[in-house]
């Protein structure tokens, strides 16, 4: 079954969005890496945390996927 919510689509409540601007590099499915940003956190009640993830450079839109350290690497922002 395919989760619809990793979908450009689906959004979460907009109230429940924190904005973000958090540099990070992207796990692709073929298994390369990219550059992107975190504009976004969502935190439901329950279960885990999704983040709003835009690819740079690559002119696509950008999506919500759920949080995966693996997948997901957190760059500094500042200060290096």
Do not use: K
């Amino acid at each position: 079954m395919t989760d619809t919510r990793t979908s450009s689509a689906w959004q979460p409540p907009a109230e429940e969005v924190e904005p973000a601007y958090q540099p990070v590099e992207v796990g692709l499915a073929d298994g390369d890496w990219a550059v992107g940003r975190i504009n976004g956190w969502w935190r439901p009640a329950t279960g885990r945390s999704w983040c709003r993830v835009r690819l740079l450079g690559r002119g696509e839109e950008a999506r919500w996927m759920p949080f995966d350290p693996d997948r997901l690497v957190l760059l500094p922002s500042s200060g290096i």
